[in-house]
């Protein structure tokens, strides 16, 4: 069974960064395109970034694009997401998930069918 664990989510003032981790177990992460998600209280889960399976393709949400960075290391079976200049919008509890498609002009859940069970991320002052 496919398993993703995330971590490295906590509590931070705005302008600071954090990475989260995204580690998977039962399976190698390196034939899949991963994800990172986030849902704040209240609204929609929405698409943050993309990665592809090789690493060579990324994809960001225009509300982090220059803040936020995804990178994969197949060799440790784990994919993370650099977040800087972190604000209080970003508050939400953070996804990551594996798929086999990669797009670069959506992230879409539909694409995505194996899920971490979240980090919370706090950005506040």
């Known amino acids: 069974q496919l398993q993703l664990v995330e971590s490295g989510g906590g509590f931070v003032q705005p302008g600071g960064s954090l990475r989260l981790s995204c580690a998977a177990s039962?399976?190698?992460?390196?034939?899949?395109?991963i994800a990172w998600f986030r849902q704040a209280p209240g609204k929609e889960r929405e698409g943050v970034s993309c990665?592809?399976?090789?690493?060579?393709?990324?994809h960001y949400a225009d509300s982090v694009k220059g803040r936020f960075a995804v990178s994969r290391d197949n060799g440790k079976n784990t994919v993370y997401l650099q977040m800087n200049g972190l604000q209080p919008e970003d508050t939400a509890v953070y996804f990551c998930?594996?798929?086999?498609?990669?797009?670069?002009?959506?992230?879409?859940?539909?694409?995505?069918?194996?899920w971490g069970q979240g980090t919370q991320v706090t950005v506040s002052s």
């Open positions: 998930a594996a798929g086999n498609t990669y797009r670069d002009y959506i992230i879409s859940e539909t694409d995505f069918g194996s």
């Open positions: 039962g399976f190698t992460l390196d034939s899949y395109s």
């Open positions: 990665i592809s399976s090789t690493g060579y393709m990324m």
